[in-house]
């Protein structure tokens, strides 16, 4: 929500400030930017950095309880690490549980097309909403990847 909110409010900025100068035949055009724009920018990125989470999904691999819960949640957690080092793999601890969740998937759909190649592995793993860490844009998923 607070994305939105921000990111809306940056592109009636962007939209309203920016202006385009035609240079000529065959050369590039300048962009004449207001300086509140980079400045909206520069707080967008701040927010980022001081809040690296927004709403996404993960998936669930186990939820356990006990004196041995967090002994078998780190080999888990290892042993899925060793398979997928890709994916991120997170323990987290609310009374009485410790939970072992994987990935951050910006939607749903993601999240369920990873969970149908390890469901055979993990048959109790289910799909769950989560704050997921900001996935990295600058690595894009081949096109041709069939794995």
């Given at each position: 929500m607070?994305f939105?909110?921000?990111?809306?409010?940056?592109?009636?900025l962007m939209s309203?400030?920016c202006?385009?100068a035609?240079?000529?035949v065959?050369e590039?055009?300048?962009?004449?930017?207001?300086p509140d724009?980079?400045?909206l920018?520069?707080?967008?990125?701040?927010?980022?950095?001081?809040?690296p989470?927004?709403?996404g999904?993960r998936i669930?691999?186990?939820?356990?309880?006990g004196?041995?819960?967090?002994a078998?949640?780190?080999?888990l957690m290892?042993?899925?690490?060793?398979k997928y080092p890709?994916?991120?793999?997170y323990?987290?601890?609310r009374?009485p549980?410790?939970?072992?969740?994987i990935g951050?998937?910006?939607t749903?759909l993601e999240a369920e097309?990873?969970?149908?190649?390890?469901?055979r592995?993990?048959p109790?793993?289910?799909?769950?909403q989560d704050?997921?860490?900001i996935p990295?844009?600058?690595q894009?998923?081949?096109?041709n990847?069939y794995e």
């Amino acid at each position: 929500m607070r994305f939105a909110i921000l990111f809306g409010l940056l592109f009636s900025l962007m939209s309203g400030n920016c202006l385009v100068a035609q240079t000529g035949v065959g050369e590039s055009d300048a962009y004449i930017v207001a300086p509140d724009v980079d400045s909206l920018v520069a707080l967008h990125m701040a927010y980022n950095q001081a809040f690296p989470e927004f709403s996404g999904y993960r998936i669930q691999l186990m939820m356990e309880s006990g004196n041995h819960a967090l002994a078998e949640s780190e080999e888990l957690m290892a042993e899925f690490s060793e398979k997928y080092p890709d994916v991120g793999s997170y323990i987290t601890f609310r009374e009485p549980y410790y939970r072992v969740r994987i990935g951050d998937f910006r939607t749903r759909l993601e999240a369920e097309n990873f969970l149908s190649k390890i469901t055979r592995k993990y048959p109790s793993a289910w799909v769950i909403q989560d704050d997921i860490v900001i996935p990295s844009l600058l690595q894009q998923p081949k096109a041709n990847d069939y794995e």
